[in-house]
Every structure is written in C-alpha cells, then in structure tokens.
C-alpha cells in the first residue's frame, strides 16, 4: 500500500523559514517523480515543485528563488525548503507521487499546514 | 499566464446526469496534456479520479467518466449518487515538468 507522510508545518513569521518532509513507503520511491501541491484555506489546488526522477527540477513562478526541493532516496524521503515565506505561502501541502506517460498525480499524502503570520 | 478554468459550482438531483469541463486560455485541451480529474471532499486529501483523459483509477465506479469535448477536457457523472458531492479539480501537465489545475468545481447532490 502506498503511504505518504508530510511534516514539519507549523506557525512561521513572514520572512521566516521552514522545512516539509514527506516519508514514502509501499513503492520504489527512486524511480518516480515527486511532487509538493498546496491548497491555501478554503481555496483550490496550486502546483509548487517537482522533483522529476532523472530530470531536474521544477518550481511554479510564484515560489520560485524562495523554494527548493529535494530528496533522499536512502531514506524514501522527499524535502521542501521554504525560505522568505510570505503570508500568501500559507495552505496545506501536499507530497504526491507523480507518474510519467502519462504524466498526473497518482497518491497523495494527507498534507501539513503551513501557517505564515506574524 | 496560463489558466485552467472550471465551473465554480455544479448542482446535480440524485440519479442525474451532470458534466464537469475544464477549459485552458491558452488554447483547446487534448491529450497532449494528459488531463486528470480529482475528487476532494473537506478536510480530506485529493483522491485521483481519472487520468490520461478518460482512465478510471483503480476502485472508482463506471459511473464516472471522462472525455474530450470540444476544446474542453469534462468529467461526467452518469447516476450521480449522495456521496458524489465534493469538489473536483482538473490538472493538466504543461511540458517541462509543471503541471497546473483549475479553480475547482464544488458539486451538490439534491
């Protein structure tokens, strides 16, 4: 069975930083994609990052320069650094594992909130 | 800017028949873009509805199906049952690694 497991949100000033991880288990992280969506509270589903198996990453304009991604695929473990958070950074978010051809979202973990506000 | 547009609010009786679309400003939806349906209910995490245009996902009923209409991706709801009433979201992938979704659609049964 597939599980995914973010942490590491909580209650940040602007300006500040915080780091998400998400713990994956039930399928061979190395060879997939992974991603982190967010959804600001009451709002729709926003793309951040993906961390793409052998090519590169990708970030949404809106975080990008603030955000990196990464991962230890020793650890099955996928990682958000939020750097320069602003109050339009806070939502819940997501870790999703991606597919490749074709390309969407298979699982989603159950999110972590991120709270910016001083 | 690139923007993916659904209907805000959907309203279906129990039994009825209701299509969801999803429409892209920079031109028509295809297959090219792979589109995906996902279901979210509140509180609860997005659960993956339908992929690759028209593949249900594993456990999801055939009542739900998904297609290509006109210059729109749309997901249809055929009998639509209590449980049904969630929002639902199209995301689509660009190229290049970025993907984007829709505002949303939040579906009533009654």
């Known amino acids: 069975e597939v599980q995914l497991l973010e942490s590491g949100g909580g209650l940040v000033q602007p300006g500040g930083s915080l780091r998400l991880s998400c713990v994956a288990s039930?399928?061979?992280?190395?060879?997939?994609?992974m991603a982190w969506v967010r959804q600001p509270p009451g709002k729709g589903l926003e793309w951040v990052s993906t961390?793409?198996?052998?090519?590169?990453?990708y970030y949404a304009d809106s975080v990008k320069g603030r955000f990196t991604i990464s991962r230890d695929n020793s650890k099955n473990t996928l990682f958000l650094q939020m750097n320069s958070l602003r109050a339009e950074d806070t939502a819940v978010y997501y870790c999703?594992?991606?597919?490749?051809?074709?390309?969407?979202?298979?699982?989603w973990g159950q999110g972590t909130l991120v709270t910016v506000s001083s | 800017q690139t923007v993916v547009t659904q209907e805000p609010s959907f309203s279906v009786s129990p039994g009825g028949t209701v299509t969801l679309t999803c429409a892209l400003s920079?031109?028509?939806?295809?297959?090219?873009?792979?589109p995906t349906w996902y279901q979210q209910t509140p509180g609860q995490a997005p659960r993956t509805l339908m992929y690759?245009?028209?593949t249900r996902s594993s456990g999801v009923p055939d009542r739900f199906s998904g297609s290509i209409l006109g210059n729109k991706a749309a997901l249809t709801i055929t009998g639509a049952q209590a449980d049904d009433e969630s929002s639902y979201y199209c995301?689509?992938?660009?190229?290049?690694?970025?993907?984007?979704f829709g505002g949303g659609t939040k579906l009533t049964v009654l």
């Open positions: 999703a594992k991606r597919v490749a051809e074709p390309f969407y979202f298979d699982y």
């Open positions: 039930g399928f061979t992280f190395s060879i997939y994609s």
């Open positions: 961390f793409g198996r052998t090519t590169g990453t």
């Open positions: 920079s031109g028509s939806v295809s297959s090219n873009y792979y």
């Open positions: 690759n245009v028209n």
């Open positions: 995301g689509l992938y660009m190229g290049n690694g970025i993907s984007i």
